[in-house]
């Protein structure tokens, strides 16, 4: 129910005369008009008329009920909008270290797209650590007759092939991207790794868990016996060594492939071989380490969480002792205590207030709103905190550095959930049920907050029993 009511009805009704639960509607619906910046519907002199009214018994009771939740709106507007701009202030110290972290990665993402700067002797250890790491790696024979065709078939092949947009996963899925005019060269690398490998020079191995399949496809190879399907098949299930194939003189294309840096290639086990590199061929000694190896001036992406760190106590000067990981997680965990706390304090009072508003028949604008302004600006503080996190959380991309101290604490972190800082549906049908119940004095809002039940066990008894 709604208590709307025009100029025009209010003189009506002070002209025949109110009763204390028509007036006291009107002042607090004037009050809430008020606090969401619309027109007041009473002048002064309607004030001082109403209060002035002959009132006895009931009337007497009513109006001084309504005027006891006036008092209450007004405290509880207060206490709102700290609760929330203290939540929000909180929430806001916790997301400048989060956002701190996305501009690290963002710097560091535009740093990869340039080479990295090391010496000749550093160079040809990363290459001469990539070549050792190729040579162990076992490759498909359906590899190694994709490689032969390249290596046998005119240059375009490989760019029609690329252009084709085909994700090749297998020997069969390369044999059918093989375009028409290319088919005899494919035909014939097929056939050159067989011959290699039946000869002796090519010993393929295969895993045990496909022995059952692998073995009779082995039996029938070697008569000549397969059809095409399972001879593709067959090929990605078979492993050769780089070794093997460094030291074949009949597929010479592996040789530079096992001398040569190929950027990207087993970078999963080890992060140098992500980069391109760009070499310093005349340099001062200060600029290289006991290794000879290039020393990078701090990167950029340090500087972003260095202040934070330093602040936070994880990152100390010299001479200075830094904080732990452990205790500075606890630390920002008390932060989002205290957006908690905060959080419910707020919710309580809003359902407190709207729901006896809206049992006594009042008003509540749908613009202007001083609790649904404050609700939207807390949620949006704790949806930017949420998803700041989970970005934190997420897998380092592969341009990312190290795991840093700070986003080591910052992943000890909850979300947060604010729905669950809400009443329960049981307390929610009790307050609506019982209205301005009980509204006389100051302690109405306490009282009600104190009757609250939460679904995680929460209470707001406990936390006054600790005050």
């Known amino acids: 129910m709604t208590y709307r009511t025009k100029n025009a009805t209010i003189r009506r009704l002070l002209a025949k005369g109110l009763t204390g639960q028509e007036a006291g ?9 008020a606090a969401c910046g619309k027109p007041s519907l009473l002048s002064e002199a309607d004030v001082v008329a109403i209060q002035n009214a002959p009132m006895q018994g009931q009337d007497v009771r009513d109006y001084n009920t309504f005027m006891a939740f006036s008092r209450a709106l007004e405290k509880g507007l207060m206490i709102c909008d700290i609760a929330c701009k203290d939540a929000c202030l909180d929430l806001s110290l916790l997301i400048t270290p989060l956002r701190d972290v996305d501009k690290q990665n963002t710097v560091e993402l535009f740093a990869s797209f340039g080479p990295h700067v090391v010496t000749r002797k550093q160079y040809e250890d990363i290459v001469a650590a990539q070549r050792e790491k190729k040579l ?6 359906g590899y190694v007759i994709e490689e032969r065709f390249y290596a046998i078939a005119p240059p375009e092949a490989k760019k029609e092939i690329d252009e084709s947009g085909v994700d090749i996963e297998s020997a069969e899925s390369f044999t059918t991207t093989v375009p028409e005019k290319y088919a005899a060269f494919c035909k014939r690398a097929i056939e050159e790794v067989h011959q290699l490998h039946t000869s002796g020079k090519l010993k ?3 895993h045990d868990e496909d022995a059952k399949e692998v073995e009779p496809l082995l039996a029938k190879w070697g008569k000549d ?7 593709m098949k067959l090929v990605d299930m078979l492993f050769v060594t780089g070794q093997q194939l460094y030291e074949c003189e009949d597929l010479p294309e592996w040789k530079p492939f096992m001398d040569e840096y190929q950027q990207y290639w087993l970078s999963d086990d080890d992060a140098s071989f992500r980069h391109a590199y760009a070499i310093l061929e005349d340099y001062p000694e200060t600029w290289i380490d006991e290794n000879g190896y290039y020393k990078d001036p701090s990167p950029p992406s340090e500087w972003v969480t260095r202040v934070t760190e330093s602040v936070l106590g994880i990152g100390a000067a010299e001479g200075e002792k830094a904080k732990s990981i452990r205790r500075v997680s606890s630390e920002l965990r008390e932060v989002l205590s205290r957006v908690e706390l905060n959080a419910r304090i707020f919710l309580a009072v809003k359902v407190i207030l709207e ?3 809206d049992a006594a028949g009042l008003d509540i604008p749908d613009e202007g709103w001083a609790l649904s302004n404050l609700n939207e600006r807390l949620k949006l503080y704790a949806k930017e905190y949420n998803y700041r996190l989970s970005e934190v959380k997420e897998e ?10 700070l986003q080591k604490v910052l992943k000890t972190l909850p979300a947060i959930d604010l729905d669950k ?14 209205g301005l119940d009980g509204v006389r004095d100051e302690g109405w809002l306490r009282e009600k907050a104190i009757s609250l039940e939460y679904d995680d066990g929460f209470s707001f008894a406990k936390v006054l029993d600790k005050c």
């Not at 016996?225 to 001879?231: D, H, K, N, R, Y």
């Open 396 to 405: 380092p991309k592969p341009w990312c550095s190290e795991e840093t101290k």
């Open 421 to 434: 800082f809400a009443p329960s549906d049981k307390s929610m049908q009790q307050l609506r049920k019982n």
């Open 25 to 33: 509607k009107l002042i607090v619906q004037d009050f809430i008009n």
């Open 225 to 231: 016996e397969l059809s095409a399907a399972e001879a």
């Open 355 to 357: 729901t006896a508003a």
């Open 136 to 141: 162990v790696f076992e490759y498909s024979l």
């Open 204 to 206: 393929a191995v295969y």
